[in-house]
């Protein structure tokens, strides 16, 4: 059935360039992707597939069942794109000002989409049942994977497998991993309330932006002092805002960033760490600091056994290779499925002639990444069956 399932992708390969196109010209934000969602409803209901639309907020739920009994296979692509203007010189650019894909959302969504007609015109053939789902806000912390969840889009799934494209592997390459692939993504803000005064007179003052500097260099130390070495963390600041006045001490400063771990000990290691510095440097300079910690996805742990299975498909696949993935600091929500069912999320290479990192104004894919993506989840959802 792979090979039919494989022909069935390729004669469609057109269709999955110019439907993402189609998404990449019109891009929407997290929690704002009413069109999009349509859009993907619309496609199902022409298909006559049972579909099953605001799962969770905009998320988008189809299942086709095929004429044997099997598992229950969940395949995700998520579609919501990022406030970023679009500086390529492509026929396809974003016609919306400030907002473009630039994650390659559009392609996930494509390739799920083609591979569901597939699926779908083989399921007399086929054994099990498949869902498709469609996931909005992956972007934008809570996430859409979480309220999807909570509405039912695991109900009866026994295995689930999503993809990432990725614009900085080269293409014809499918990376995997056991264990920790993507870490925990958690945000933090700090505001220093000092005493404000006349530059020229500094010892009336408890000077915010000091204080602040203080915090920013003892953060530093919590990676290099507190944290085994052989463990994973990072702590960046990403913001720091004290506007002012040249000849004024600064009353308020206000810092922001991010805390990114594998390992939950570790995560409640750096939020007990963060905490204890700002308040022995509250103490220190007799100021007050506020501290908010805000935790964001979990860490993206594969199960070993589905990606083993995911592993072996790739090197049935002709012309593409499996390579194991080193971890990836970066955040995502699939994270929350894997909490639920057993799956593995992998890195399906994507680089173009001119690569750029992702989230970047000129962030492009090679295009020929969909059709190995659609055949590498396919197979997946087919093999799992045996």
């Known amino acids: 059935m792979k090979e039919q399932l494989f022909e069935k992708l390729t004669n469609s390969y057109e269709d999955m360039v110019a439907m993402r196109r189609y998404l990449h010209m019109n891009p929407e934000l997290s929690f704002k992707e009413e069109k999009t969602a349509k859009y993907i409803a619309d496609f199902y209901a022409e298909l006559g597939v049972d579909v099953r639309k605001g799962v969770g907020g905009n998320g988008v739920v189809a299942r086709v069942k095929g004429g044997r009994p099997g598992k229950t296979v969940a395949l995700r692509a998520d579609f919501d794109a990022l406030p970023i203007q679009d500086e390529k010189d492509v026929p396809y650019k974003s016609t919306v000002p400030g907002v473009m894909h630039a994650c390659g959302h559009d392609g996930h969504t494509a390739t799920l989409l083609q591979l569901a007609k597939a699926i779908h015109e083989l399921r007399e053939d086929l054994a099990g049942e498949y869902v498709f789902i469609h996931q909005h806000a992956e972007e934008s912390s809570p996430g ?55 530059g020229a007179a500094p010892h009336q003052t408890k000077d915010a932006i000091t204080i602040a500097t203080q915090l920013v260099t003892n953060l530093q130390q919590i990676v290099s002092r507190r944290v085994d070495p052989i463990e994973s963390a990072v ?31 570790i995560r409640n290691l750096m939020e007990r760490e963060m905490k204890r510095v700002v308040e022995g440097t509250a103490l ?30 790739v090197e049935g696949i002709p012309s593409v290779k499996a390579v194991e993935a080193a971890p990836q600091m970066g955040g995502e929500d699939f994270a929350y499925y894997l909490e639920k069912v057993p799956g593995t999320f992998f890195f399906t290479g994507a680089k173009p002639a001119s690569p750029y990192p992702h989230h970047h104004p000129k962030f492009d894919i090679d295009e020929n990444a969909l059709l190995i993506a659609a055949k590498t989840l396919g197979a997946a959802a087919l093999d799992i069956q045996n």
């Not at 039912?152 to 689930?160: E, H, N, P, R, T």
């Open 284 to 313: 220190a300079n007799d100021c007050t600091i506020d501290f908010t910690y805000e935790r964001g996805y979990p860490a993206v742990v594969n199960h070993e056994a589905e990606t083993e299975l995911l592993k072996a498909v």
């Open 235 to 265: 702590l960046s600041v990403g913001s720091f805002i004290a506007d002012n006045a040249f000849n004024v001490i600064a009353d308020t400063a206000k810092l922001g960033g991010t805390v990114r771990t594998f390992d939950p000990e």
């Open 144 to 198: 859409g994977a979480k309220p999807m969840i909570e509405d039912g889009c695991l109900d009866g799934v026994d295995v689930i497998f999503g993809t990432h494209l990725w614009s900085l592997t080269d293409v014809e390459t499918v990376e995997y991993r056991t264990g920790p692939i993507m870490a925990a993504a958690d945000r933090f803000e700090i505001t220093v309330q000092g005493a404000g005064g006349h």
